[in-house]
């Protein structure tokens, strides 16, 4: 049978649609009919008429729209954890100028599909692949072979590599981005309107360019009808003023996006805010390494959100709840902090209640992932006429356990341990707490965690990286 005429009914479930006019529906009945959700009710589960649909008693569970993760360079996957004691300047020295230069495509290749296959574990069903160590064609074909590969749902972000400059060599500084490679990409089959891949650009943008750089990337990202997404922050720009340059040129709007912002000011989030740029927070690896503080509390007192992304696997945990609970209660501590700057004296010093809730942040780690990939047509909600990107989180586990309030829950208690099931397209990628493949059958974790961990000792060992406890 295939994918496009198989049928499922998801019944018993609490669903956490993330759709407003939705909401949460207990005792769902959740149809799913090839790619998309067919229909969602609440009520007795009646037998189904015809014999060609998959029953799933799901009574227990929790059904939530699949994480989409915002932000993450899939590539360092074989490094995980050798980047946990660094700062961004260490982070820069030894992965961009170091590690990332002794990459091949083979290397590319696994570290990219054991990483899209741990988000798909981890509940994420859409991950936004930033990847600048491509500098080859055959470095990117690796790593879109490797998503493709994977099953998950994907936007390509499209880089380019960071190493120091050689001896009568441009810097990376002064290299636009390669019209040509994006165009190769854009012609390829597998992207386009209706697929499970699509292409973004992963440009350097003025922090990190000089302003010719980034004019020639913002209007070919423009030309070309694609998001250009950049990072923001960590030392000096290499194009002072090159923001206010861009917009007076017309050049923002809600295909640029910005990954950090850490350090913009008040003035430059108005008017970005303003040109509807859209804005992803990696909170764990922002404030591990020095960034600063994440801009989610900035964001929200202009009346818009972010999306949030896990950024390096190679320092943190892949898991998007973390993620997305680390924003929460981070924004939540520093507003604590400002009502008791401003109750200083004066008793009581707990602030009546909560900033945030825990709704916002699910939010960030579904909806306005959606959102900032022009996609919340298709994903982002349980919403009947969208892509069936789900995931079954078993609410039964002890941890979970008594189930007051599906979405605290959701957020608050949810681990690895609960996320039984995921869903992409109406495709299973993970049954009963293990990965499948097409032929939904389980994953042999050996088939590539054997080849990511002989790429990760050689990449290690060739810059010469050891573990701090041995320094």
Request: charged letters at 20%; a negative charge; aromatic letters at 6%.
């Amino acid at each position: 049978m295939t994918s496009d005429t198989h049928r499922i009914l998801i019944t018993g479930a609490t669903v956490v649609s993330m759709d407003d006019a939705l909401g949460v529906v207990d005792n769902a009945r959740l149809a799913i009919d090839g790619e998309r959700i067919a229909s969602l009710s609440s009520g007795a589960c009646e037998a189904p008429s015809q014999g060609d649909v998959e029953v799933i008693d799901a009574r227990g569970f929790i059904v939530m729209p699949g994480f989409i993760n915002a932000h993450m360079h899939t590539w360092q996957t074989a490094l995980r954890g050798v980047a946990s004691n660094w700062t961004l300047l260490e982070y820069f020295r030894w992965m961009h100028a170091g590690l990332a230069t002794r990459f091949t495509p083979d290397d590319i290749h696994v570290g990219t599909l054991a990483g899209a296959l741990n988000q798909l574990d981890c509940g994420t069903t859409t991950l936004v692949d930033w990847c600048h160590n491509n500098p080859t064609p055959e470095h990117t074909d690796a790593a879109v072979d490797a998503l493709e590969r994977s099953g998950i749902r994907a936007a390509f972000f499209h880089g380019s590599p960071k190493p120091d400059p050689k001896p009568g060599q441009a810097p990376f500084w002064e290299v636009a981005h390669p019209r040509r490679e994006v165009e190769r990409l854009l012609a390829q089959p597998r992207f386009g309107t209706g697929r499970r891949l699509s292409l973004g650009m992963a440009v350097l943008g003025p922090h990190y360019s000089t302003l010719d750089v980034a004019r020639a990337d913002f209007r070919l990202a423009r030309e070309l009808d694609l998001t250009a997404s950049m990072h923001q922050g960590g030392g000096p720009a290499r194009a002072p003023g090159g923001w206010e340059v861009l917009e007076q040129e017309g050049l923002l709007g809600p295909r640029i996006n910005i990954v950090h912002g850490n350090d913009l000011t008040d003035a430059q989030l108005d008017r970005f805010v303003g040109a509807g740029v859209s804005f992803s927070v990696t909170p764990e690896n922002e404030m591990t390494q020095g960034h600063g503080h994440p801009i989610v509390g900035r964001l929200r007192d202009r009346g818009v959100a972010a999306s949030i992304g896990v950024d390096l696997e190679s320092g943190l945990s892949g898991e998007m709840f973390t993620a997305a609970r680390i924003a929460l209660v981070h924004q939540r501590s520093l507003d604590n902090q400002a009502f008791r700057q401003a109750a200083r004296g004066i008793d009581p010093v707990i602030p009546p209640t909560s900033t945030i809730r825990t709704i916002d942040a699910l939010r960030w780690a579904t909806v306005e992932g959606a959102r900032m990939l022009g996609q919340l047509d298709r994903i982002g909600t349980v919403t009947p006429g969208k892509q069936a990107d789900l995931v079954l989180i078993d609410a039964r586990r002890p941890n979970m356990q008594p189930l007051h309030d599906p979405v605290d829950a959701a957020l608050m208690q949810t681990s690895l341990a609960n996320i039984d099931s995921v869903m992409v397209a109406g495709r299973w990628r993970k049954r009963g707490g293990r990965l499948v493949g097409d032929d939904q059958l389980p994953l042999d974790p050996e088939r590539w965690l054997a080849l990511l961990r002989e790429s990760g000792r050689r990449l290690a060992a060739a810059v010469g990286w050891h573990p701090a406890h041995r320094a």
